[in-house]
């Protein structure tokens, strides 16, 4: 067993992309701050940049939020110079939470290699000093709690009442 590692899931997410925005310093500020202004609560970020001067910005946001904030990034965008808004509802997190992470090593491969070996396509990673956390199909979800379940012998909670 890997000491206090909890595999924690979240279905209820949507990815929301902003294409081609403008690669420049306060970029991510603007975006991010303006989401934060109207209330909205961002649980992962994932910006690819350096490509000829601009980024993709993905986030992941609730599902009953997903409209509004479609509609806030577009009345941005042109200010950010992004050119699509592109939505992805059928998404899901799986992340592997511990204080001791950042201390075990190959946590993130042996993560990598449990959902691959259950055909699971990683869309989106991120990380942290106590988390890996993987966007996933969101239909993939139950195989990859079990993947990870029996890959770090992390047993599942008791169920509720």
Known sequence: MTEGIQVVSNRNISKVTVTDVEDRPGMAAEVFGTLGARG???????????????AD??????????????DLLDEIREEVKGRDIQINSKV??????????SREVGLAGRMFAALSSRGINIEVISTSMSSVTCMI???RLE????????????HEPPPAG
Not at 57 to 70: D, G, K, P, T
Not at 148 to 154: G, I, N
Request: hydrophobic residues 45%.
């Open 40 to 54: 909205f609560n961002v649980e992962l970020v994932v910006s690819t940049g350096g490509r000829e001067g601009h």
């Open 57 to 70: 910005i993905s986030l992941a946001v609730s599902r009953s939020q997903e409209a509004q904030v479609r």
């Open 143 to 154: 195989a990859a709690e079990q993947a990870l379940r029996v890959e770090f012998d992390v």
């Open 137 to 139: 199909d969101e239909d």
């Open 92 to 101: 899901a997190l799986i992340s592997l939470v511990g204080h001791a992470l």
